[in-house]
């Protein structure tokens, strides 16, 4: 009766790592495409089948506040606020909802995808169509 309790742990053990390889939840470091550098840890997480992201870290910090952001987010403190929102799985990846940039204010349509098997997330922000956007790699903060 002991080795099943033992058993049952070993398969969450085994099995952790799959759920992190098919969602975007967790923390990532954020990797400029510009210079390649590891600039802030976002925390994206699932509220009722949307994701939404925060920064939870900076790593170079010019500035404490949003100070180019529009509506409620105008000046607000860049440590915990909310940059990704509305984003629900679609297929093989996730769309839908809106990033927003705090280093010029401006607010993006969003979509993501999972790459190596979890350990990679490409973000790609867009303004109309997704070919007229860019994209970022972001990698799993282990």
């Not at 058993?7 to 085994?14: G, R, T, V």
């Amino acid at each position: 009766m002991r080795t099943i309790p033992a058993l049952f742990a070993s398969l969450l053990a085994l099995t952790a790592p799959l759920a992190l390889a098919d969602s975007p939840v967790g923390i990532w470091k954020n990797v400029s495409d510009k210079t390649g550098k590891v600039e802030a840890l976002i925390e994206i997480s699932d509220v009722k089948g949307e994701l939404r992201g925060k920064l939870v870290k900076l790593m170079d910090p010019k500035e404490t506040v949003c100070k180019e952001c529009p509506g409620d987010k105008k000046n607000a403190p860049l440590m915990g606020l909310e940059i990704i929102w509305g984003v629900k799985k679609d297929g093989d990846e996730w769309a839908g909802g809106k990033i927003l940039d705090p280093n010029n204010g401006k607010i993006y349509s969003v979509k993501m995808a999972l790459l190596e098997a979890g350990k990679k997330l490409e973000v790609r922000g867009f303004l109309g169509f997704s070919l007229l956007g860019r994209s970022q790699v972001w990698h799993r903060d282990q």
